[in-house]
């Protein structure tokens, strides 16, 4: 997975389409990621004692990752990541777009 924690990414698809967060957490397995302040929805939690209301609850619930496209900290546009390999051996993230280093 080429997302990783405290990006900037875009949302390209769904309901919050357009709209740009900061990746709080990471899924590797599922493939999802969740970011801050986007694709909240809410659950409605019934009281636990007698008398006691319920409440609603707001969270931020997982996006795939096929749905956001990573912001270059350089150019400040969505792009497409690619892989170089430097000289000692560390693989690092490219820029599609400018071709710098966001690592």
């Given at each position: 997975?080429?997302?990783?924690i405290?990006?900037?990414?875009?949302?390209?698809?769904?309901?919050?389409?357009?709209?740009?967060?900061?990746?709080?957490?990471?899924?590797?397995?599922?493939?999802?990621?969740?970011?801050?302040?986007?694709?909240?929805?809410?659950?409605?939690m019934?009281?636990?004692?007698?008398?006691?209301?319920?409440?609603?609850?707001?969270?931020?619930?997982?996006?795939?990752?096929?749905?956001?496209?990573?912001?270059?900290?350089?150019?400040?546009?969505?792009?497409?990541?690619?892989?170089?390999?430097?000289?000692?051996?560390?693989?690092?993230?490219?820029?599609?777009?400018c071709?710098?280093?966001?690592?």
């Amino acid at each position: 997975m080429k997302i990783k924690i405290n990006d900037k990414v875009k949302i390209i698809k769904g309901k919050d389409r357009g709209k740009t967060g900061k990746v709080i957490q990471v899924f590797r397995k599922e493939g999802k990621v969740v970011v801050e302040g986007l694709n909240l929805l809410v659950k409605h939690m019934r009281g636990r004692r007698q008398g006691e209301g319920g409440e609603k609850i707001q969270f931020n619930a997982p996006l795939a990752v096929e749905n956001v496209m990573l912001i270059c900290s350089k150019c400040n546009q969505p792009t497409r990541i690619g892989r170089k390999i430097l000289e000692n051996k560390k693989r690092s993230r490219l820029c599609k777009k400018c071709g710098e280093i966001i690592d």
